[in-house]
């Protein structure tokens, strides 16, 4: 019997110590992070709140941590990001897709303000459950910001982690991506504001925001998000962009070398990049589609970018 009662003393003992040590619970909530700005209102700073949200539709937990990110925090440097003459009316969410509804000036806010404010959003509505994306809407069509980038099926994955815990300050950047059209003949133009830490390399922003896909519908991704890039790198000009093998196997429903030039013609835009060389598991021997070696140097062609 004595033997029976230690065991259970062990088997409850166990419990209560995976009880604590659970991620993201703390007393039987859950534990989110909203983001405000920083004193100098260039980079974002989390703030941890603790949310019973065991009875609560992800609408309503959305809505909560919007709410949250409202509230100014005594004590602390963080500075709410969003102007007071910008408000969200509603949450909705279908096929994994946050849908924001905003009322008030959103054309209003300056570049970095606006950037902060929806990289905030987006970080803190894909930490729940189900929730993959974010579209902002005004009147229940899709925004566009002032740097014309449609706001739409935004995942936390295409924004630089500027938190600042990697040191180095943030710098804001406009950057041009090129993806494909929609009957994937030729491509398009995409421009957008990023924020990236000093200490990173733009050239993997490039690459990571390429590989993440288009926010705008009238666009489709040249490469398929089966691929991945092992990595990125610069030297004397040329930059080495390393991809999975599935780079090869798996096609994206767009014409010929529009993949490659996707990356080439993005890359050279930098003003720092002068040719791209694509690596294949760290190879330059593979041919592209069975046609297009990768053993050379590719520069930048425009003329499969729409005028």
């Known amino acids: 019997m004595r033997h029976c009662r230690h065991k259970t003393r062990l088997l409850v003992a166990l419990l209560l110590a995976l009880t604590l040590i659970l991620p993201g619970c703390r007393n039987g909530k859950t534990e989110y992070s909203v983001y405000y700005a ?19 539709t992800p609408e309503e937990i959305m809505m909560r941590l919007l709410e949250e990110m409202s509230l100014p925090r005594k004590g602390s440097k963080a500075v709410v990001i969003k102007p007071t003459d910008v408000m969200e009316t509603s949450v909705t969410l279908s096929d994994k897709v946050a849908t924001v509804e905003l009322d008030g000036n959103y054309a209003g806010m300056n570049t970095v303000t606006e950037l902060l404010y ?26 566009t910001n002032n740097s014309g980038e449609v706001l739409e099926n935004m995942q936390a994955s295409a924004y630089v982690d ?18 494909a059209n929609k ?32 926010t705008e519908s009238r666009m489709q991704a040249t490469i398929p998000d089966t691929v991945s890039a092992l990595s990125v790198s610069m030297r004397d000009g040329i930059c080495y962009v390393n991809l999975s093998e599935s780079f090869l196997t798996d096609y994206a429903n767009v014409s010929g070398d529009l993949p490659i030039y996707s990356i080439v013609d993005s890359l050279c835009d930098l003003g720092t990049v002068k040719g791209v060389r694509i690596l294949i598991n760290g190879s330059t021997s593979s041919i592209f589609r069975e046609s297009i070696p990768l053993d050379s140097t590719f520069t930048a062609d425009y003329s499969k970018v729409e005028p």
């Open 38 to 56: 920083d004193s100098t209102e260039s980079q974002l700073i989390p703030y941890t709140v603790a949310i019973d949200d065991s009875a609560m």
């Open 118 to 143: 929806r990289s905030a959003v987006v970080k803190e509505l894909t930490q729940v459950y189900g929730v993959e994306r974010v579209t902002f809407t005004h009147g229940g069509d899709v925004i």
């Open 162 to 179: 500027d938190s600042g815990d990697k040191g180095g300050s943030v710098e804001w950047r406009d950057i041009n991506l090129y993806f």
């Open 183 to 214: 009957d994937g003949t030729m491509l398009v133009r995409s421009t957008m504001t990023v924020a990236y830490n000093k200490n990173m390399s733009l050239e993997k922003i490039v690459v990571s925001k390429l590989l993440a896909g288009p």
